[in-house]
């Protein structure tokens, strides 16, 4: 757009807002004295490399230079303000991982300004890999893993525990691999399915497969194939690559499958080769969460602070828990008031529980967070500020 959210009033317009925002509700980032900062106008990051001795000092640079970004370090320093790298002396870094997806793969009327969808879809991994990986798998207690939205289309979840902190980069990125399953070797946890050895004249492996009993990969896999079965009618069966027969033979002796497959017996009815092979394949797929890895792996990684504005939406990057978290509603930074735009096109914006729709060209009064995601996406400029 030529005309559109590119003049300076716009700037100065958020940047005013930013202020007030920050002269009311300030982040302080947890152990400041030790934390790289990073800020952004124009850039997620224009300047880096600042460093605060006090909360004081920190919030009265909010608060006059209003940043539409803020970042600070995964990592603690002896000396955060020093440069290059190598002068600031490190002591050690937090585990971060960042979910951000760009839209869903299941079909969906999708916004290309804020999602809700893409956004839905995002905070079930994030709760998966809370609940499922971090707590769950690799033993973090709640209170060690601290989850927020990054203000956009993901979620950011720190590991915040002494026994991450001095992990090399080799081992942040099993960390990140182990909950994308990358190089998981499912056949190594359901051996006997698919196998060649099972043709015809062939001696015959048994399959065993995970049990009730089992942990890490193993359990995920155990639960989502018993699950399948559990739930499955002779139809999902067929669809699964079952012949007729063996659809009904399976739904005929579901039960003493399921018994046998709590027990690590995967085989209790023959020639189920093809379902198993299958079903492993979709639990991996289906249990799976796509980290981005290299902010998992990187120890110097600046990354959005948490309770800040994202300058690209207006949101703010909100602690919260999962389960009771709307976005689009609980991380609002201005829920009242208004503004009138204009755009250069047809518009909605799904916030605070409505659709806010903007016509093309039309001077609108619009909410006023509304208002500043447009700005903020550079797809609307300011006629009126109230």
Known sequence: MNETGSGARETSFLKKKFSEHYSRS????????????????????????????SPGEFRSFMVSEAPLFVSYSTAYYEFPGARPMEKKGYLGSDVVFDIDIQHTEEPHAHNSLICPACIERAKEDALRLAEDFLCSDFGFSQKEVSVNYSGSKGFHLHVLSDAVRQLPASARAQLADYVAAQGLDAARLVTGAGDKTREKGAAREAIRGPGSKSRGWGKKIFDYCAGFVSGASLESFKEAGLTRKEAERIVSEKEFVLKKMREGNWDAVAGLDKLWKKAVADAVAAEKVVVD???????????????????????????????????????????????????????????????????ANVPTDVPLAAAVLLLCKKKAVLVQEY
């Open 293 to 359: 890895r290299s902010v998992t792996i990187d120890q110097a990684r600046l990354i959005r602070l948490p309770d800040s504005i994202h300058g690209d939406t207006g949101l703010v990057a909100k602690k919260c828990d999962l389960k009771r978290f709307n976005p689009l509603t609980d991380a609002v930074a201005f829920p009242e008031g208004l503004a009138r735009v204009r755009a250069e096109e047809d518009l909605f914006v799904p916030i605070l529980g409505k659709a806010i729709e903007v016509r």
């Open 26 to 53: 300030l982040p302080v980032p947890p152990a400041l004295a030790q934390r790289e900062l990073g800020f952004g106008w124009e850039k997620k990051i224009d300047y880096r490399h600042k460093a605060f001795a």
